[in-house]
T-cell receptor
Framework: AQSVAQPEDQVNVAEGNPLTVKCTYS??????LFWYVQYPNRGLQFLLK??????LVKGSYGFEAEFNKSQTSFHLKKPSALVSDSALYFC?????????????FGKGTRLSVIA | GAVVSQHPSWVICKSGTSVKIECRSL??????MFWYRQFPKQSLMLMAT?????????EQGVEKDKFLINHASLTLSTLTVTSAHPEDSSFYIC????????????FGPGTRLTVL
């Protein structure tokens, strides 16, 4: 069975500072990892994914994430935070060896960027 | 490309009535769609997997007679909340599996259901 842990309910960062939103995962097979962002009363928007290849993945809006197999982590990062980045962020995983299976989500981390 | 829509975006209904929520893939065909439920300040919980032309697969604890799912075509899945009660009030989100060659799922904008 797959699972995702996002250890922080809330992350606060000053505008212009780097941000990190943490995610660790557990999956029996090949991890397919995703980050999504959700704005209030909206659906989820895809940010980036790791399937294979380079451990550092670059995505939308200047976000990136680093896949670390030994630590089973996939932390989301951005070098310089914007106030508009304030939202709810979800990490998700599925087993790449299991075909068309649904994503398993972490509980979400609320990012607040302060001007 | 790969846009998923939901209708309605919000609905308010009286207790005991039924509500239908539509999920459409606008520019691709989706053999599989997923229905999630999200409570305030919580994560998405998978309710069921909807497969075109066959019965939906429900997660443990989800009442299939209460949450009726129909996936009649490759671009449309519907979720009907039957005999809705206030505890069914929630944010319902669907997602569709991508066209061949894409791995991420595409999510609809969600439907806010409020049962009075």
């Amino acid at each position: 069975a797959q699972s995702v842990a996002q250890p922080e309910d809330q992350v606060n960062v000053a505008e212009g500072n780097p941000l990190t939103v943490k995610c660790t995962y557990s999956v029996s097979g090949n991890p397919y990892l995703f980050w999504y962002v959700q704005y209030p009363n909206r659906g989820l928007q895809f940010l980036l994914k790791y399937i294979t290849g380079d451990n550092l993945v670059k995505g939308s809006y200047g976000f990136e994430a680093e896949f670390n197999k030994s630590q089973t982590s996939f932390h989301l990062k951005k070098p310089s935070a914007l106030v508009s980045d304030s939202a709810l962020y979800f990490c998700a995983v599925r087993d790449g060896n299991s075909g068309n299976t649904p994503l398993v989500f972490g509980k979400g981390t609320r990012l607040s960027v302060i001007a | 490309g790969a846009v998923v829509s939901q209708h309605p975006s919000w609905v308010i209904c009286k207790s005991g009535t039924s509500v239908k929520i539509e999920c459409r893939s606008l520019d691709f065909q989706a053999t599989t769609m997923f229905w999630y439920r999200q409570f305030p300040k919580q994560s998405l919980m998978l309710m069921a997997t909807s497969n075109e032309g066959s019965k939906a697969t429900y997660e443990q604890g989800v009442e299939k007679d209460k949450f009726l799912i129909n996936h009649a075509s490759l671009t449309l899945s519907t979720l009907t909340v039957t005999s809705a009660h206030p505890e069914d009030s929630s944010f319902y989100i669907c997602s569709a599996t991508p066209p061949r060659g894409r791995d991420e799922q595409f999510f609809g904008p969600g439907t806010r259901l409020t049962v009075l």
